[in-house]
């Protein structure tokens, strides 16, 4: 079944002598459709990122770890990433198996990228209305997730 949050799909499985005990509440995900729409967007996330490594700008990515299969999937096309999470005990740490450190918001005013991506279909649009009254930020390309899919 779909999350409330998130758009994350959740499953149970298992053997098949228990399954004629269980009545099925709701039909499955249609897993031809969320296989093509997966595709689609790793395919529209690789040309987005494919699109800044080659103008050699930096991307700023809110809620990172949203963007770890991304980023891991689309190596090729990667620009140089900085992470910015809101949450205070993931400042400093790392998101293996990549290098960089996640950053506060702080560090973003301080030193803008050009291009911020917010990987939050939730939240995405109300950080992007956060960030935008950052007077620093005013350049900044500021990119919800949820509309560059």
Not at 19 to 43: D, I, M, Y
Not at 93 to 98: E, K, S, W
């Amino acid at each position: 079944r779909k999350a409330g949050l998130g758009g994350a799909l959740y499953s149970v499985w298992c053997r098949d002598s228990l399954v004629a005990t269980r009545e099925r509440v709701e039909a499955p995900p249609n897993g031809e459709k969320f296989v093509r729409l997966a595709k689609e967007n790793l395919a529209k996330m690789g040309r987005f990122l494919s699109d800044l490594r080659t103008q050699r700008l930096t991307l700023g990515i809110y809620c990172p770890g949203r963007f770890i299969n991304y980023q891991y999937l689309c190596r090729n096309e990667v620009p140089a990433v900085r992470y910015f999470d809101d949450n205070p005990p993931a400042h400093g740490r790392y998101l293996p198996p990549f290098d960089m450190a996640v950053e506060p918001r702080a560090a973003l005013v301080e030193n803008p990228t050009p291009i911020i991506l917010i990987m939050s279909r939730t939240f995405g649009r109300q950080i992007a209305e956060e960030l935008a009254r950052e007077p620093a930020l005013s350049r900044a390309r500021l990119i919800a997730v949820s509309d560059l899919f």
